[in-house]
């Protein structure tokens, strides 16, 4: 038991952190307001093209679990038109990031 003690402690922390948060009551909703993640991953996309050498079939994101943590190639659900216009577009105005 003594053994096991440092593990149970974490888990009851864990559980006691999810009911403060109340996740035992949201757990169960559906996708709730807009998924920030797309917008993120479509700029994403757009500036790695930008950055990367304008390559149309290899749109990659700021993500290294896409293949192994090789590179950030990313398997896109649509035709990247839109984010490659937008690197064209930073491209033609000069992409500023400020911050």
Request: charged residues 10%; proline residues 4%; positive net charge.
């Amino acid at each position: 038991m003594k053994k096991h003690l440092p593990s149970l402690i974490f888990i009851l922390l864990l559980v006691a952190i999810g009911f403060m948060y109340r996740y035992h009551q949201t757990l169960f909703y559906q996708p709730q307001s807009v998924h920030k993640w797309r917008q993120s991953d479509c700029a994403s996309i757009a500036l790695n093209y930008y950055q990367g050498g304008m390559h149309f079939f290899q749109p990659e994101t700021h993500n290294l679990t896409s293949d192994g943590g090789i590179t950030g190639k990313a398997f896109t659900s649509e035709v990247p038109f839109l984010y490659f216009g937008v690197a064209l577009l930073y491209n033609f105005f000069l992409f500023i990031l400020d911050l």
